[in-house]
């Protein structure tokens, strides 16, 4: 078969894109980059079972590229990770790490936590610090009200309380 019907990659193997990374500086809480040492360190043990097949287990490289890719994704979060302790946040204002409870103008009170964009978790009401919601509560004291611009519609959120882990 002549050469110019090889495509370059059946050498090569399938290449994965690299994850990409956030413009945003990684702002994290130690918990977070606690979770993410953790999340390396599950990554590279299955990279060490896969790299150690058993009989003639053979490896599946598709799998093996895209774990080695989230290992080089996770090693640069942890590498960018700009640790930021709650305990230093102004106390009467809502700031990165706050517990921030809420009550919107229909008497719905909610909780949120504002933390690094790998922390957040909508379903725990845990926010990352650049998503629409936590810039809006971010400098807010208690008593003020803001305005969560959604899809849905504005909502006005009166803020409640305003609490940071010891």
């Known amino acids: 078969m002549s050469r110019a019907f090889v495509k370059e990659n059946d050498e090569q193997g399938n290449e ?4 990409p990374q956030s413009p945003y500086p ?11 040492h953790q999340q390396l360190q599950t990554l590279e043990a299955a990279h060490r079972r896969m790299a150690e097949p058993v009989g003639n287990e053979l490896i599946d490289q598709d799998a093996k590229h895209a774990l080695e890719r989230d290992i080089r994704y996770v090693q640069d979060r942890i590498a960018r990770a700009i ?5 230093t946040q ?4 809502v700031g990165f790490g706050a517990t921030v409870e809420t009550e919107d103008e229909t008497g719905v009170r909610r909780k949120f936590e504002i933390v690094g964009e790998d922390e957040a978790d909508a379903a ?3 926010l990352s610090w650049v998503s629409p919601l936590a810039r809006a509560l971010t400098d807010a004291a208690i008593g003020e009200t803001v305005v ?9 959120l009166e803020i ?4 940071y882990p010891d």
């Open 16 to 19: 994965l894109p690299e994850r």
């Open 26 to 36: 990684n702002h994290i809480t130690p918990r977070g980059l606690d979770d993410l």
């Open 83 to 87: 640790v930021i302790n709650p305990a």
């Open 90 to 93: 102004p106390r009467d204002r």
């Open 124 to 126: 725990a009401g845990r």
């Open 148 to 156: 969560w611009k959604r899809p849905a519609g504005d909502l006005e």
């Open 160 to 163: 409640q309380s305003i609490h």
